[in-house]
């Protein structure tokens, strides 16, 4: 049974297809965006300050900076992507220490709560028999003097999303029933998270009937994901960031043909294709353009000269002008009054219950009573259509005629 974490339901909800590289088919990727590897280093140093105090020693911010400088560089390898232009690893490293130093600073001496656990790892089901389940690992855990638990999450993004963004967030609140689960007797729960690049807090408070609702729109989305068969690709602004973009059938072609010089470029099967697609689908488009004025200025001819067939170079035009009468459909508001007049009459059987072309039928050939007729055709309006047909005759000059 597959166990479901914030990010797995994240991924599907911003890429079909991404979920599908990595949950479906177990691609597993060495490479890392910088951001991501920034904010593991970070995660790192701060789970250390945290399990270090629960041991009664607190580094200093010197200590902590010293170990994020030793544990990036231990870990910064080519893996690490960096996707921004003109940024290099040192901006990233500056970065981070501005990350720890602003978390040091606004949180010191860090008694304000008792840490129960840092990384903690939770497992829950999210229904009665136990047949959704959701996992995730919580930063740190937390119990305040009035008892309040809190549930920590460090975010080393350079943005700080507003309070509403907080209050729907779906990561923690999901936490809090996983905790709330293990702890029934908790007096409370809320939810803290560190924006530690811009060193703000963001805190939010759930109802129980936000976490019922939050149980139900999680499983309809787990239930969705289960019934899914094909996985789209949705590209968006984060596909520089996503990790299966060199095997992806929305990129793969673009970026492998945009790097190669240009008589290369030319010379791609693919590139051919595309462009040849391309210049037909345009010269079509404005043959149809063409052919539609044409029409119209046939259209025109005929009716200023009174005409229905137009010599042509070995060919004539048909032009036809037709009008039938239409009446109110299904979804319209007056065919209940237009039933109405044709029970009334003993007439709605014949017309096959209302049918357009038998009702048309009646009207010209089933000799009824002239009033009736009248005031069914107050339910009809006129429909017309002009229409242009080409055929050979071979009668043009210079043509035999055949
Ligand atoms: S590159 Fe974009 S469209 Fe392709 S899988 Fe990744 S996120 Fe989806």
Redesign the pocket.
């Known amino acids: 049974m597959a166990v479901y974490s914030h990010s797995r339901l994240e991924s599907f909800e ?2 079909p ?2 979920y599908k ?1 990595r949950y479906v088919d177990g691609i597993k990727k060495a490479e890392q965006g910088v951001e991501a590897f920034l904010g593991g280093v970070v995660h790192e140093v701060l789970r250390k300050l945290y399990d270090d105090l629960q041991l009664e020693k607190l580094n200093t911010l010197d200590e902590l900076l010293e170990m994020f400088s030793a544990r990036w560089k231990q870990l910064w390898g080519p893996q690490v992507r960096i996707v921004r232009a003109g940024m290099t690893e040192q901006n990233y490293f500056d970065a981070g220490k501005k990350c720890i130093r602003n978390f040091y600073e606004s949180n010191r001496p860090f008694r304000q709560s008792q840490t129960l656990g840092t990384e903690v790892h939770l497992t829950f089901p999210l229904d009665t028999e136990g047949k959704y389940q959701v996992q995730g690992y919580v930063d740190r855990i937390a119990r305040r003097p009035d008892g309040i638990i809190e549930i920590h999450d460090y975010k080393t993004g350079r943005t700080l999303p507003p309070q509403q963004k907080a209050d729907a967030d779906r990561q923690l609140a999901l936490y809090q029933i996983g905790i709330e689960r293990q702890w029934p007797d908790t007096r409370g729960v809320e939810l803290v998270w560190h924006y530690v690049a811009c060193r703000e807090t963001l805190r939010s408070r759930r109802t129980p009937q936000q976490l019922v609702q939050l149980r139900q729109q999680t499983i309809e989305l787990i239930q969705s994901i289960e019934r899914t068969r094909q996985f789209e ?4 602004a ?2 520089d960031w ?1 990790e ?2 060199p095997e ?1 059938p ?2 793969r072609h673009p970026d492998s043909v945009l790097a190669l010089p240009p008589a290369q470029f030319k010379a791609d099967d693919g590139v051919r294709l595309a462009d040849e697609f391309a210049r037909v689908k345009h010269e079509r488009d404005a043959l149809d353009r063409r052919l539609e004025q044409l029409k119209e200025q046939v259209i025109a001819f005929a009716r200023q000269q009174n005409l229905q067939v137009i010599q042509g170079s070995g060919q004539q035009l048909s032009v036809r002008h037709s009008e039938w009468e239409k009446f109110p459909g299904k979804h319209d508001e007056l065919r209940a009054a237009l039933e109405t007049v044709l029970k009334k009459a003993g007439k709605w059987e014949e017309v096959s219950e209302l049918d357009a072309a038998a009702l048309a039928h009646a009207l010209e050939k089933a000799n009824w009573p002239a009033d009736l007729v009248a005031e069914v055709r107050r339910f009809a309006s006129i429909t017309a259509r002009d229409s242009v047909t080409p055929h050979r005759d071979g009668k043009g000059p210079g043509e035999e005629n055949s």
């Not at 690709?233 to 968006?236: A, F, I, N, Q, V």
């Open positions: 911003s890429c297809l991404k590289f690709g949705r590209k968006s984060l596909c996503c299966f973009k992806c929305l990129w």
